[in-house]
């Protein structure tokens, strides 16, 4: 399997950390990785085609239209493409098909950072079977959803009092997926810092994630 991993963009999530965490699980998986901290790497759609799988870690940042329309092409081709945080749905605010394509886009996360709240696995589906329900403290992340995405795991909104809160109970997905053409699109609201998902079941889920989404391009 080849890997792109690029990262970038809003120094607060470590995106340098995150990456080295991505690549580190695709090594000892046997994926022959290629790291990049510059979105020229989607510049050439030949060279973007090559890959089985592409790792954003980008927040807050800006992409041309013609490099998120590449990785639109490859994706909607074969390539899988995963991300978790704001690296994947927060990226880049200005461009609508990079939102379309990962299927979500953050909005906001009530009560900032070290908030306590529990993660509820919802399918039995090889991503997430056996895992079961875990706490975290860390930002919980109030999305705008794509509808046609499959949600694996959520958290329940509002712990944290707000102007949401009058709307009542909502379950916020953690973990979806999607597909983009014939490509595979996974993502995972946790990652504000590397060492929320350093380990544990946050690890083991993006472990599956990142496989997941090669897989269709591998097979």
């Not at 529990?118 to 992340?141: C, H, K, M, W």
């Not at 959803?145 to 509002?158: C, R």
Request: one cysteine or more; aromatic letters at 10%; charged letters at 20%.
């Amino acid at each position: 399997m080849k890997a792109l991993i690029t990262w970038g963009g809003w120094d607060g999530h470590e995106p340098d950390k995150v990456a080295a965490l991505f690549q580190g699980w695709l090594a000892e998986a046997g994926a022959d990785v290629t790291l990049t901290d510059s979105l020229a790497c989607f510049d050439d759609a030949q060279t973007l085609a090559s890959y089985d799988l592409i790792l954003p870690v980008w927040t807050m940042s800006k992409i041309t239209k013609e490099q998120a329309q590449n990785v639109a092409d490859v994706v909607a081709a074969g390539t899988g493409l995963a991300g978790c945080h704001g690296g994947m749905c927060d990226s880049f605010r200005e461009n609508e098909l990079w939102q379309f394509m990962t299927g979500a886009q953050w909005v906001a996360h009530p009560g900032n950072d070290g908030v306590d709240y529990r993660v509820r696995i919802v399918t039995n589906d090889p991503l997430v079977a056996g895992i079961g329900d875990f706490d975290v403290s860390t930002e919980q992340y109030y999305l705008h959803v794509d509808p046609a995405v499959k949600i694996h795991a959520v958290t329940d909104f509002p712990l944290v009092e707000g102007p949401h809160s009058v709307n009542g109970a909502v379950e916020m997905p953690v973990v979806f997926t999607k597909g983009w053409g014939r490509g595979r699109v996974y993502y995972n609201a946790l990652g504000h810092k590397a060492e929320v998902i350093a380990s544990g079941p946050p690890a083991e889920l993006l472990k599956r994630g990142l496989q997941w989404a090669a897989r269709r391009r591998v097979a």
